[in-house]
């Protein structure tokens, strides 16, 4: 038997779909498993045993003729049954050109008549974790195995660049005790903490309770991350903005922190595959949407009269829902998680396999 996987677009809810992906993988434990994908995503999902292989697809939007070429690839590998993560309208097309027997979604976007085994959707303005309904996909394909446990794997490269990059700055020593901080995040600038905000934890993180703190960023955070820096003025506040960039980097870097503290952004699940604790910075979101039941995951959001608004960039002009969140208040839950205790975990070199999750 061989499955096609349609998965989700954005980082964070590939990382989600990791629950619903392991127990088709352990339902059709003889099945060859194709993920179809963006290109990103195989740096997330790169170490994972949760797929066979993948095939990458070209950018969001209307289907291009990179993706028609990709559809003429996906009919001829035959696919018995296709899951489609995404709600789109164009993933169901894409999997009917594939020819796939049997096609599994939600009946939404007027694609119900491109599927076999249409699962009834939920109201859209009822907001409903994420992760349960990409279970409930799982269920529809008769999985019983439905833990909510989301997984993660690094490579033995990620784990070297990681190694390189706190060698090339601290070559005396790798800090055992650190702290990362995502401000990033692709949805838009409401979800963004200020980033003098960002700087003074950073600041109090290095200097009250004595550790190294790295900044993470993607390409287009390069900036902020560096102003972070510059604001925080403390040496063992770091970021990489000046590293390749590399999804598999910021993985390992997760990896191996003692606590991540996050805006509501795709790095923000990386944290519980590797058992990190997590701070998430809400704000324009509602939390229900993207609550993964991880029990060592703190979520503070400052409550407003016109939120949480969904929108990418506040409305009103005034972002209190993100300023308003105090430092004070992030770092009461930074000593409340790293108070008790020393590190967890030592950085493993670059001859070290990963653990299984």
Same mark, same amino acid.
């Given at each position: 038997m061989?499955?096609?996987?349609?998965?989700?677009?954005w980082?964070?809810?590939a990382?989600m779909?990791?629950?619903?992906?392991?127990?088709?993988?352990?339902h059709f434990a003889d099945?060859?498993?194709?993920g179809?994908?963006r290109?990103y995503l195989?740096?997330?999902?790169?170490g994972?045993?949760?797929?066979?292989r993948?095939?990458?697809?070209d950018?969001?939007g209307r289907i291009?003729?990179?993706?028609?070429v990709?559809?003429?690839?996906?009919r001829?590998?035959?696919?018995?049954?296709a899951?489609?993560?995404?709600?789109?309208?164009?993933?169901?097309?894409?999997?009917?050109?594939?020819?796939?027997?049997?096609?599994?979604?939600?009946?939404?976007d007027?694609r119900?008549w491109?599927?076999?085994?249409?699962v009834p959707?939920t109201?859209r303005h009822?907001?409903?974790p994420?992760?349960?309904?990409?279970?409930?996909?799982?269920?529809?394909?008769?999985?019983?195995?439905?833990?909510?446990t989301m997984?993660?794997?690094?490579?033995?490269?990620d784990?070297?660049?990681l190694?390189?990059?706190?060698?090339q700055r601290?070559?005396?020593?790798?800090?055992?005790?650190?702290?990362?901080?995502?401000p990033?995040?692709?949805?838009?600038?409401?979800k963004h903490?200020?980033?003098?905000?960002f700087?003074e934890?950073? %600041?109090?993180i /290095?200097?009250?309770l &004595?550790?190294?703190v790295?900044? #993470?960023? !993607? =390409?287009?955070?390069? @900036?902020?991350?560096?102003r972070?820096?510059?604001?925080a003025?403390h040496?063992?506040?770091l970021?990489?903005a000046?590293?390749?960039?590399?999804i598999?980097?910021t993985?390992?870097?997760?990896r191996v922190c003692?606590?991540?503290?996050?805006?509501d952004?795709?790095p %923000?699940?990386? /944290?519980?595959p590797? &058992?990190?604790?997590?701070?998430? #910075?809400? !704000? =324009?979101t509602?939390i @229900?949407w993207s609550e993964t039941?991880?029990g060592?995951a703190?979520?503070?959001?400052?409550?407003v009269?016109c939120?949480?608004?969904?929108?990418?960039?506040?409305?009103?002009g005034h972002h209190r829902?993100?300023?308003?969140?105090?430092?004070?208040?992030v770092?009461e839950?930074?000593? /409340?998680i790293?108070?008790?205790?020393p590190?967890?975990?030592?950085?493993?070199s670059s001859?070290?396999?990963p653990?299984?999750?």
């Amino acid at each position: 038997m061989k499955i096609a996987l349609f998965l989700p677009n954005w980082i964070g809810d590939a990382v989600m779909a990791t629950p619903a992906m392991r127990a088709i993988r352990r339902h059709f434990a003889d099945a060859e498993i194709v993920g179809v994908m963006r290109s990103y995503l195989a740096d997330v999902l790169a170490g994972s045993r949760l797929l066979d292989r993948c095939v990458l697809l070209d950018s969001p939007g209307r289907i291009r003729g990179r993706e028609l070429v990709a559809a003429w690839r996906l009919r001829r590998e035959a696919f018995d049954l296709a899951v489609l993560f995404p709600n789109s309208f164009r993933s169901g097309l894409l999997a009917w050109l594939a020819g796939a027997k049997r096609r599994v979604g939600f009946a939404r976007d007027g694609r119900a008549w491109l599927l076999t085994d249409p699962v009834p959707a939920t109201p859209r303005h009822e907001p409903r974790p994420v992760l349960d309904e990409y279970l409930r996909l799982a269920r529809a394909l008769g999985c019983t195995d439905l833990s909510r446990t989301m997984e993660l794997e690094t490579t033995p490269e990620d784990e070297a660049a990681l190694c390189r990059f706190w060698r090339q700055r601290e070559p005396s020593r790798i800090p055992r005790r650190i702290v990362c901080l995502n401000p990033g995040g692709a949805y838009g600038a409401a979800k963004h903490w200020p980033s003098e905000s960002f700087a003074e934890l950073a %600041r109090r993180i /290095a200097r009250e309770l &004595n550790r190294a703190v790295l900044v #993470l960023c !993607g =390409p287009a955070e390069r @900036a902020t991350a560096r102003r972070i820096v510059e604001q925080a003025g403390h040496p063992h506040v770091l970021s990489l903005a000046d590293a390749p960039p590399s999804i598999g980097l910021t993985k390992a870097a997760v990896r191996v922190c003692e606590l991540l503290v996050t805006t509501d952004s795709g790095p %923000r699940h990386f /944290a519980p595959p590797f &058992n990190v604790p997590v701070v998430t #910075l809400f !704000g =324009p979101t509602h939390i @229900a949407w993207s609550e993964t039941f991880y029990g060592r995951a703190v979520h503070l959001q400052q409550p407003v009269e016109c939120g949480p608004c969904q929108n990418r960039v506040c409305p009103e002009g005034h972002h209190r829902c993100m300023r308003d969140l105090t430092v004070e208040r992030v770092f009461e839950q930074v000593v /409340a998680i790293l108070a008790p205790g020393p590190a967890r975990i030592r950085l493993r070199s670059s001859n070290d396999r990963p653990a299984a999750a």
